[in-house]
């Protein structure tokens, strides 16, 4: 059958998805690695879209299920239908079959929606993190634990490319999720270490938001950012200027006179 898959007329792009499907439907199943390496090879020849990898995903490798992470992401439009499928990969990528290890840990699928290829999406790839967050069991308890987006950030932080989607995901974290503050402004911190302000600009404007949602937990880092840098953030947003202005007039003397700038 695979050969009559692989070479379906244009045209009949859902009928070839249907039987993907019928040939996947059973989750609990490795798809053979037959029919997977040739699925791939007809969406890499004929430049077909995530549609028809999303049931497969459990029968790639780790390498494999990373590089088409992007296509699979690909294919959402904020509709359910395609988040349902979206959902539906990410169960199968983190779900251990009959004598074999999940493809992808929790930890990893995470990572790997921060990848430059996934970020490169746009809207998509925020709207990926907010399918993984919001898995949920029948039970209502989420599939993916919050220490797992504990982990993630942590490593995160310490990529060499930073984007601001890894920011809207600590957003995320701890607004929907409850996680504690100390991680998401400890992820400031390290953030303000590696000059975020010499980043590009969207990265800059996601932290200067961070910063402000953080507050009044963030104020203890005002001392750590450079008075260039600090001026262009209260620049930038309003509400944050107010609240640095409050915390520096409470310092002493000494240590209010470099704000001389700010308070006046």
């Avoid at 040939?23 to 007809?42: F, H, I, K, N, W």
């Avoid at 921060?114 to 970020?119: F, G, M, R």
Wanted: hydrophobic share 45%; aromatic share 6%.
């Amino acid at each position: 059958i695979i050969p009559v898959l692989t070479q379906f007329p244009v045209g009949a792009e859902t009928l070839a998805q249907r039987m993907i499907f019928l040939l996947c439907s059973d989750a609990t199943r490795v798809p053979a690695r037959e029919l997977v390496q040739g699925v791939l090879g007809m969406c890499d020849e004929r430049n077909l879209d995530g549609n028809f990898m999303v049931f497969l995903v459990n029968g790639m490798d780790r390498e494999e299920a990373l590089k088409r992470l992007p296509s699979i992401v690909g294919i959402l439009d904020g509709s359910d239908g395609p988040r349902m499928l979206v959902r539906e990969s990410f169960a199968r990528l983190t779900t251990s079959s009959l004598n074999r290890p999940s493809v992808l840990s929790p930890t990893q699928l995470l990572m790997g929606l921060h990848d430059e290829a996934v970020v490169a999406t746009g809207q998509k790839a925020v709207e990926a993190v907010g399918v993984y967050e919001a898995m949920a069991k029948p039970d209502g308890t989420r599939v993916f634990s919050t220490p797992v987006f504990d982990t993630a950030l942590k490593l995160l932080a310490e990529q060499e490319h930073v984007s601001p989607l890894m920011l809207q995901t600590a957003d995320a974290y701890y607004r929907r999720r409850g996680g504690p503050a100390g991680t998401v402004i400890k992820l400031l911190q390290k953030l303000i270490e590696r000059k975020v302000w010499e980043m590009d600009d969207g990265m800059v404007e996601v932290f200067v938001q961070s910063f402000r949602t953080m507050l009044p937990g963030t104020l203890a880092l005002v001392k750590t950012v450079p008075h260039d840098a600090l001026r262009r953030m209260v620049e930038m947003d309003a509400q944050l200027a107010t609240a640095v202005r409050g915390y520096v007039s409470k310092m002493p003397d000494s240590a209010r006179k470099p704000y001389r700038w700010l308070l006046h």
